[in-house]
């Protein structure tokens, strides 16, 4: 599986981005959005399951992100809405080969894009 994020930018804080994730290969049960600030933990976003659909979303952006796929073009997509400077860090997006337990795990991630960078101004 190869990934291939992409969308993010600098932005004004309230403002929005969209990040997508074109995946190549075969997708298994899911993929999630992580984000790394500078000197911080890297940080589960969001995930959607590949079948069915279902979303996953941190406390930290309920309500403000929202992840969707299309399975035509095998892509994922993170909409981020009301932008906050907290927001600011590198988007990477994962591949989950099955479900462990948990979706908001990265080591249960195989395979991670290469990270798109975002970044919200005040």
């Known amino acids: 599986v190869q990934l291939q994020a992409s969308g993010g930018g600098l932005v004004q804080a309230g403002g929005s981005l969209r990040l997508s994730c074109v995946a190549s290969?075969?997708?298994?049960?899911?993929i999630g959005w992580f984000r790394q600030a500078p000197e911080k933990e890297r940080e589960f976003v969001a995930a959607?399951?590949?079948?069915?659909?279902?979303?996953y979303i941190a406390d930290s952006v309920k309500g403000r992100f929202t992840i969707s796929r299309d399975y035509a073009k095998n892509t994922m997509y993170l909409q981020m809405n009301s932008l906050k400077p907290e927001d600011t860090a590198v988007y990477y997006c994962?591949?989950?080969?099955?479900?462990?337990?948990?979706?908001?795990?990265?080591?249960?991630?195989?395979?991670w894009g290469q990270g798109t960078q975002v970044t919200v101004s005040s």
């Open positions: 994962a591949h989950q080969p099955y479900y462990s337990g948990t979706y908001y795990s990265a080591p249960s991630y195989d395979y």
């Open positions: 290969g075969r997708t298994v049960n899911a």
């Open positions: 959607i399951k590949w079948s069915g659909g279902s979303t």
